[in-house]
Nanobody, 116 residues
Framework: QVQLVESGGGLVQPGGSLRLSCGAS????????MRWYRQAPGKEREWVAV???????NYLDSVRGRFTISRDNAKNTMYLQMNSLKPEDTAVYFC??????????WGKGTLVTVSS
């Protein structure tokens, strides 16, 4: 059974940091392209960052230089290190997996709130 479980969300002050984790099971994690998405209240879900099975990465312009995506294939886990957080980063953050055959999986999300 495929599972993606996000963790690490919470309340943080502007300028603070959080590290999100996405634990994966039930599929060959190392072969998959992994992404973080987020959905703010009243807004559509948007892509935040991607890490390919080759290790290559890319970011939404508004988070580039502040967020870092990484993966540990030995632990079947993806991470999102978020620094210099802003109130506009407040959202539910979702983990997404895409197989080479375009099969997709989603996690249930973890809430990040940036507020003083």
């Amino acid at each position: 059974q495929v599972q993606l479980v996000e963790s690490g969300g919470g309340l943080v002050q502007p300028g603070g940091s959080l590290r999100l984790s996405c634990g994966a099971s039930g599929f060959t994690f190392s072969s998959y392209t992994m992404r973080w998405y987020r959905q703010a209240p009243g807004k559509e879900r948007e892509w935040v960052a991607v890490i390919y099975n080759t290790g290559g990465t890319n970011y939404l312009d508004s988070v580039r230089g502040r967020f870092t995506i990484s993966r540990d294939n030995a632990k079947n886990t993806m991470y999102l290190q978020m620094n210099s957080l802003k109130p506009e980063d407040t959202a539910v953050y979702f983990c997404h997996a895409l197989s080479p055959r375009t099969q997709t999986y989603w996690g249930k999300g973890t809430l990040v709130t940036v507020s003083s």
